[in-house]
């Protein structure tokens, strides 16, 4: 096997430690639980690299079983199987890896696998299609020239040469520096004889990845030479006109604003050479260009839709004064005196920023727009867009939950989120779902162990209550109240952080690590389930409004123009509802003393609608642990004795009480 396709993906961090150890791994090895699985999984991966392939492969496959590195088992058990010469093996290894794989690097080095794997069947037909998945998935540079080399090699097994060629070329030459690019440029010196002029793709792949401007802009030049096309050729211009400046800069810019994706960029940067060269009037004449005119025609029926037709940006400029500055002196450049900003807590807040910055000069109306329902609006009135995302959460949890009877079987569904529970109570309550978990019945800080009790005392109490089924809404905000130092050390989770700082939730599949770590826990006595792992996030976010949030923004957006042009105090104020009146609210009294950051409105988990959502759901309750009976058939069904139940889960029944008036 050649080492692209052993280089797709590094070695988990707790699989590591070399095989010096071997002795003592085949001693733990032997012990149940995940820490025997993962030894046999670090004990296979050494055998792999001895060539001792027929135990690496039943070391592998026992290590398969383990809660969440099963694919990482998978993968190397397939590609053990695959060096013994075990083709179907493989397959039906890799298979099952990639259909667990919750990591993109792991994904595509089985699809890499599984297109080797199809290889050695001489199937090009299967190498090819998995080969194509591989690049797809493929993650760095490593895996798209090893993607490219796999589809030069099964288009060579076909016949097609020509083909071949261009493939291997494609890796040769498009990612200069990779294993794979090597191997690729034998495999072409072999079936070619001598080295083809790389193909305007290749080139093009080749440039982006450049470091030297000088030799981006002459890799650029020449793909332009061989015909480039469509929106890669308007991308080659933009490029050759960033790199090159002056009047051939300028030209380059005027062929990539042809093309509709690059033409912004294009006339961005047609400004600032206009401004290097010297002509600043000029620059900004450009700079106009960007702005459009809205007329009553464009906006007059754009209530019905979703989505924004002034796109959305997550840029924040309040990182640094001269961001700021920018941003005041370009409004002023473009003759602006009045903004409107719409969005959550962090648009307000650099609405705030920028309208301190500006000292009166530009007047600001800020109104409030995120699903996540949690700015401190007065009377408890909802940010638009929440009831249109919970509308739509509830009709599709509908049909989860459906499933879930029909299949018998568990379901754990995360909802979007960042701070506060409003959005996946909201979801939940409305459409029954068996249990809600929000971050406000925590503390400051929980840990997955404990959210994993509360979610397994809901199952073991539901099958006391004789049903296998049941949907666990989880709201994806409980993330941030878990130690960073714990979901470092989740296998496969990367924490990544958006321009506001905020660790970006969506990158953690928090639906998959509960559901591992509860699956584990039934497996581990002898118990298995099935439990189904979804998310609802960025599909709720861009649905057409319902009839109260298309009235809401229109109240919304005259209060907007009726602040700007009135005369109120204050250069700027955010627009609300408060009762049937409009409301102004300074900036200032959104903001948390202590923080300097806009205050988060979390779910009051002492209100009344609290109280009646937890009343409708199962999960343990005190009084669970009151009745002998309850209490020694929850731990029947949890195969313990009732003091050891009771030690266990006492704390999943003491959150948030749901008594009281």
Not at 225 to 240: D, K
Request: charged content about 25%.
């Amino acid at each position: 096997m050649g080492t692209s396709a052993r280089a797709a993906v590094q070695v988990p961090e707790s699989l590591r430690g070399g095989c010096p150890a071997a002795t003592a791994l085949r001693r733990l090895a032997t012990t149940p639980g995940p820490a025997g699985l993962r030894a046999a999984l670090r004990l296979g991966l050494c055998f792999l690299e001895g060539r001792r392939f027929g135990e690496a492969v039943a070391l592998r496959d026992r290590g398969s079983s383990h809660p969440t590195l099963a694919p990482y088992g998978l993968l190397w058990a397939g590609e053990a199987a695959l060096a013994a010469g075990d083709w179907e093996g493989a397959l039906r290894r890799l298979q099952r890896a990639v259909q667990l794989a919750l990591a993109a690097p792991a994904r595509a080095r089985g699809y890499l696998l599984l297109s080797e794997a199809s290889l050695r069947r001489r199937d090009a037909a299967a190498a090819e299609w998995y080969a194509h998945l591989a690049l797809r998935h493929a993650a760095d540079d490593e895996g798209r020239a090893a993607a490219w080399r796999l589809l030069g090699r099964a288009s060579e097994a076909a016949g097609r040469q020509q083909e071949a060629r261009w493939r291997y070329a494609m890796s040769w030459w498009g990612f200069p520096g990779t294993a794979a690019s090597r191997e690729a440029e034998t495999d072409l010196r072999k079936l070619a004889g001598r080295m083809p002029v790389p193909p305007a793709l290749a080139r093009a792949e080749r440039a982006r990845r450049l470091q030297d401007p000088r030799a981006q802009l002459e890799e650029w030049r020449a793909a332009l030479s061989q015909g480039l096309t469509g929106a890669l050729e308007a991308e080659a211009w933009l490029r050759v006109g960033v790199l090159a400046g002056s009047t051939e800069g300028l030209s380059a810019l005027h062929r990539a604003a042809a093309h509709p994706r690059y033409r912004a960029q294009a006339r961005y940067w047609t400004g600032v050479i206009l401004v290097r060269l010297g002509r600043d009037a000029d620059g900004v004449h450009v700079w106009r260009g960007l702005v459009r005119e809205l007329r009553i025609e464009d906006v007059s029926r754009i209530h019905f839709d979703g989505g924004s037709i002034l796109r959305t940006s997550r840029a924040n400029p309040t990182r640094n004064p001269e961001d700021l500055d920018r941003v005041v002196r370009n409004l002023q450049e473009l003759g602006i005196g009045y903004l409107v900003t719409i969005g959550g807590d962090d648009t307000a807040f650099a609405a705030g920023r920028v309208a301190e910055r500006a000292g009166g000069a530009v007047r600001f109306a800020h109104v409030p727009k995120t699903i996540d329902n949690d700015l401190p609006l007065p009377g408890g009135a909802p940010t638009f867009g929440f009831n249109t995302a919970r509308h739509l959460g509830f009709q599709l949890l509908q049909n989860i939950m459906e499933d879930s009877r029909s299949m018998n079987r568990w379901y754990f569904v995360a909802v979007m989120g960042r701070s506060a529970g409003h959005l996946a109570l909201g979801i939940g309550k409305a459409a029954g779902a068996t249990l809600v978990l929000i971050p406000e019945e925590f503390g400051p800080r929980v840990s997955l162990e404990a959210v994993c009790d509360v979610l397994e005392g809901a199952m073991l109490k539901r099958r006391v209550m004789g049903r296998q089924d049941g949907v666990a809404v989880i709201a994806e905000g409980i993330l941030e109240r878990v130690p960073e130092e714990e979901l470092a050390r989740l296998e496969g989770v990367r924490i990544v952080r958006d321009p506001y700082g905020h660790i970006r939730l969506a990158e953690l599949d928090l639906a998959y690590i509960l559901k591992s770590m509860v699956e584990a826990r039934f497996a581990r006595r002898g118990d298995p389930v099935t439990i189904v792992h979804k998310s609802l996030g960025y599909e709720l976010r861009c649905a057409p409004p319902v009839a109260s949030d298309s009235e809401y923004v229109r109240d919304l957006g005259f209060g907007a123009v009726e602040f700007l042009l009135g005369d109120h105090p204050g250069s700027g104020a955010l627009i609300c509802r408060d009762g049937d009146q409009l409301r102004f609210v300074d900036f200032r009294e959104l903001l948390d003393p202590e923080t300097g950051r806009p205050r988060t409105r979390l779910v009051d988990i002492h209100s009344t609608s609290y109280r009646v959502a937890r009343k409708y759901m199962i999960r343990l309750e005190p009084q669970d642990f009151e009745d002998p009976e309850q209490l020694r058939r929850l731990a029947e069904a949890a195969k313990t004795t009732p003091e050891e139940f009771r030690r266990r889960y006492r704390h999943a029944a003491e959150l948030p009480a749901t008594t009281g008036t």
